[in-house]
């Protein structure tokens, strides 16, 4: 019998059942189930149990916090259950099933998107500088663009359109690559299937408007004629080709004797999607995306403009946090191939100042806190460049009217913004910079809708909170700010090292627990501890103890035991156990005993990012021994196994 089997059989029965799981994983934390009818768990009942520690619904997914014992627990479960256990990526698919048709779309659609962001903005930022350096008259008294009298500046704006081509015309490349990537098939094949919708064969996307029907160029097949039609930066002629192929190479690969697989899935799966994508799905694609884009461009253009840009404004914050804000993403691009041009990207960038505005009028409200300044003065600078989650989650949501302030004065922006005309030529850096992408005769207004996205959250903010400091609702203690040691990455035992003293685990900025933008964590469910935004790569042990638990397979938390009992565990990013262990190595096993500086776990944080994780590392105190508590030390800059970042009293 195990440790909590008893347990185990009470907490089958409470969700509902063996019948009722549709997959079940865990992470170094959690449980996470995937109940075929959520309504049939007993949440109160569960959270009495007497290992869990909380529960929340997330995702499509019912997640038991357990604490650093989950492996153990997890493992009885199954076995009183009677299942057998999942990958996370099989129960985060399972968990779509409890989304509506809508939830599913938007998902896939930001998941397809995700990996191709960091181009798009490159191309975005390009284009948006060969529109200053060649549309922009500048020179002679206005009379000429910086091209005209430059060869350097003329033979620059031509190489970069290499770049902007490749990122936007080729665009369908990415898209098709993306889809199989996340499906899990092929990827080779869907940037083959991809490159044959913008083969230079084909006549370009942009020019089939100005070409007479009966010079467009075609297949003659006997019995049939296809228009060789290009699908340049077209992205729904994409996306249908791309699950189709994905559909059709799993399909065949069932019915297909694995002997001669090799051969017939990719030539069948590949030949047939070809085929498709050129006479039914692009025309399909195509004419779909000009009827998307017809209807939000003859929205934006029609008296009640003002209407839908107030609300899109507004509620575009909110999606960045639920991770729909991607979505946007395809309509802005078929905008652009349709008309030249988007008006909701403006607004996008609108919004991101407005958040970095608030979080400004923060900065000076709590001028007197240093504490709140390590956190709210880097937010406010990296959202101001287009990059808003550290200011959402740190500063704006934490005190909730910041987060309002900025929503209503990205609506004012938006409103006048889109009342205005505004376009982008492209999608741009979501920030200060985003004004490279606008159209260069859109520049002056685009440049007056940024001091409204900017004054009004700013204000409004100012007079809310200063309001909340009158009335005493608002923390703004005054914390010393201790000194910043030299980065190191310590990869050797500490030398120096002193019983009761736990040091920097990681080289980086220490944060409240409190500040982490995972409620597990930041309302200590766990345990209280820190957390450090990492400089360096490379856990290392804080203390003298013993590793009491590896996350095996994903490698990204362990946890270790101190002498006196206290029981620590590390975290490295949010939700990075769906990474399963790409981008982390582990040096360590359960059972071994560390010194103070030795490594734990390296980190490849561009991964992390690349992944769409945030690499804050968290330290919890799951079990305080007999320490007489554990004094934190946060607010300061950290050298990994130099600093003391905690005390056991």
Request: proline content about 4%.
């Given at each position: ?402 987060f309002i302030c900025a929503m209503i004065g990205s609506a004012a922006a938006a409103v006048v913004s889109v009342g205005s005309g505004v376009r982008a030529a492209a999608i741009g850096v979501g920030g200060l910079p985003g004004i490279l992408s606008i159209l260069p005769q859109y520049i002056p207004t685009f440049t007056i809708c940024m001091v409204i996205s900017i004054a009004v959250p700013f204000v409004l903010t100012m007079i809310v909170g200063k309001k909340k400091l009158a009335s005493g609702k608002m923390e703004t203690a005054d914390v010393p700010v201790v000194a910043a040691t030299p980065a190191a990455a310590a990869t050797a035992a500490i030398l120096d090292y002193k019983e009761g003293e736990i040091r920097a685990f990681l080289s980086g900025k220490v944060i409240k627990i409190e500040d982490v ?123 990994a196994g130099k600093t003391v970042v905690a005390r056991c009293l």
């Amino acid at each position: 019998m195990g440790t909590y089997t008893d347990e185990c059989r009470k907490l089958l029965e409470l969700v509902g059942g063996k019948d009722n799981i549709g997959a079940v994983s865990h992470c170094v934390t959690r449980m996470r189930f995937v109940l075929n009818d959520p309504k049939k768990a007993d949440v109160e009942a569960i959270e009495k149990l007497p290992s869990v520690k909380g529960t929340f619904t997330q995702a499509g997914q019912f997640q038991v916090i357990i604490g650093n014992t989950v492996s153990t627990y997890y493992n009885d479960f199954i076995a009183v259950a009677g299942i057998d256990g999942v990958s996370k990526d099989a129960v985060k698919n399972a968990a779509k099933k409890n989304q509506n048709i809508i939830q599913r779309m938007m998902s896939n659609l930001a998941e397809i998107f995700a990996p191709l962001i960091p181009a798009i903005i490159v191309g975005g930022l390009i284009l948006g500088f060969r529109n200053v350096i060649g549309e922009i008259k500048m020179i002679d008294g206005g009379t000429k663009t910086l091209i005209e009298v430059s060869q350097f500046w003329a033979g620059a704006h031509s190489f970069l359109w290499l770049i902007g081509e490749a990122i936007f015309h080729f665009l369908p490349v990415g898209i098709v690559w993306s889809i199989t990537k996340k499906m899990g098939t092929t990827q080779m094949l869907g940037i083959v299937l991809g490159i044959t919708l913008v083969s230079p064969q084909l006549l370009n996307a942009y020019d089939v408007a100005t070409t007479a029907a009966a010079d467009i160029p075609f297949w003659d097949f006997g019995f049939a004629k296809v228009e060789m039609i290009g699908y340049q930066a077209q992205v729904l002629p994409a996306i249908l080709a791309g699950f189709t192929l994905v559909y059709l190479e799993k399909g065949i690969r069932k019915i297909c004797p694995s002997v001669i697989s090799m051969i017939v899935v990719p030539f069948f799966s590949l030949l047939i999607a070809v085929i498709l994508a050129h006479t039914v799905l692009g025309p399909i694609g195509w004419k779909i995306g000009s009827v998307i884009s017809n209807v939000v461009n003859a929205g934006l253009a029609s008296t009640f403009n003002w209407l839908f840009a107030a609300v899109f404004g507004f509620l575009y914050a909110p999606l960045v946090i639920t991770g729909l804000h991607h979505m946007s993403n395809a309509i802005d691009l078929q905008l652009i191939s349709d008309f030249g041009g988007t008006n909701l990207w403006p607004m996008i960038a609108l919004s991101n100042i407005a958040q970095g505005s608030a979080v400004l009028a923060m900065i000076f409200l709590q001028k007197r806190d240093a504490k709140a300044k390590e956190v709210s003065i880097p937010a406010c600078i990296s959202c101001y460049l287009g990059v808003t989650e550290p200011a959402i989650f740190g500063v704006n949501l934490k005190y909730g009217f910041p987060f309002i302030c900025a929503m209503i004065g990205s609506a004012a922006a938006a409103v006048v913004s889109v009342g205005s005309g505004v376009r982008a030529a492209a999608i741009g850096v979501g920030g200060l910079p985003g004004i490279l992408s606008i159209l260069p005769q859109y520049i002056p207004t685009f440049t007056i809708c940024m001091v409204i996205s900017i004054a009004v959250p700013f204000v409004l903010t100012m007079i809310v909170g200063k309001k909340k400091l009158a009335s005493g609702k608002m923390e703004t203690a005054d914390v010393p700010v201790v000194a910043a040691t030299p980065a190191a990455a310590a990869t050797a035992a500490i030398l120096d090292y002193k019983e009761g003293e736990i040091r920097a685990f990681l080289s980086g900025k220490v944060i409240k627990i409190e500040d982490v933008p995972d409620k597990v964590f930041s309302e200590k469910v766990l345990g209280d501890g820190l957390a450090i935004e990492p400089t360096d790569n490379v856990l290392i042990a804080p203390a003298d103890g013993e590793i009491i638990n590896v996350m095996d397979g994903s490698f990204h938390a362990c946890g270790m035991a101190l002498k006196n009992g206290v029981e620590i565990l590390f975290h490295i990013g949010l939700d990075t156990v769906s990474m399963n262990g790409d981008g982390f190595e582990c040096f360590v096993k359960e059972g071994d005993t560390v010194k103070a500086g030795d490594r734990l776990i390296k980190f490849d944080p561009e991964k992390i990012k690349a992944a769409g994780h945030p690499t804050v590392t968290m330290m919890v105190i799951t079990d305080e021994g007999s320490s007489g508590g554990i004094e934190f030390k946060t607010g300061m800059e950290a050298a990994a196994g130099k600093t003391v970042v905690a005390r056991c009293l």
